[in-house]
């Protein structure tokens, strides 16, 4: 898993994780965290024959980015949130998201919380 983007506004107000399997739903995404950026966010060029993208976006409260860990059982990619390293909160910071580049899977998503 590599982190290839972190920004500091998605706007979700509730914090949510999905997984981004073709171009369509990448530019979906992109035309919600572009509504509100003059000039708006290039997506990522990626090569969804091999690879899909794990996004992670945080709430409204939000005021750090998140460490993000997967581990694979035989049906899901299990996420796990990890404490953040970074103790200092930005208050420039407002439901940030990230934006993981996995290899292509047909597993499920799950959430450890």
């Keep these: 898993m590599q982190n290839i983007l972190n920004e500091n506004y998605s ?33 990522p060029v990626v090569d969804f024959t091999q690879n ?7 709430d409204s409260k939000t005021s750090n980015f998140v460490d993000l860990e997967i581990n694979e059982s035989d049906d ?16 420039l910071i407002v439901s940030p998201f990230s934006i993981y580049n996995l290899r292509l899977s047909s597993k499920s998503l799950k959430v450890q919380r």
């Design 76 to 91: 899901s990619l299990i996420v796990h949130k990890l404490e953040s390293k970074a103790k200092k909160q930005n208050k």
């Design 11 to 43: 706007g979700f107000e509730e914090e949510d994780y999905f997984l981004i399997r073709d171009q369509e739903a990448l530019n979906t995404f992109y035309g919600k965290i572009n509504r509100t950026r003059k000039p708006g966010l290039v997506p």
């Design 52 to 58: 899909m993208l794990l996004v992670w976006c945080g």
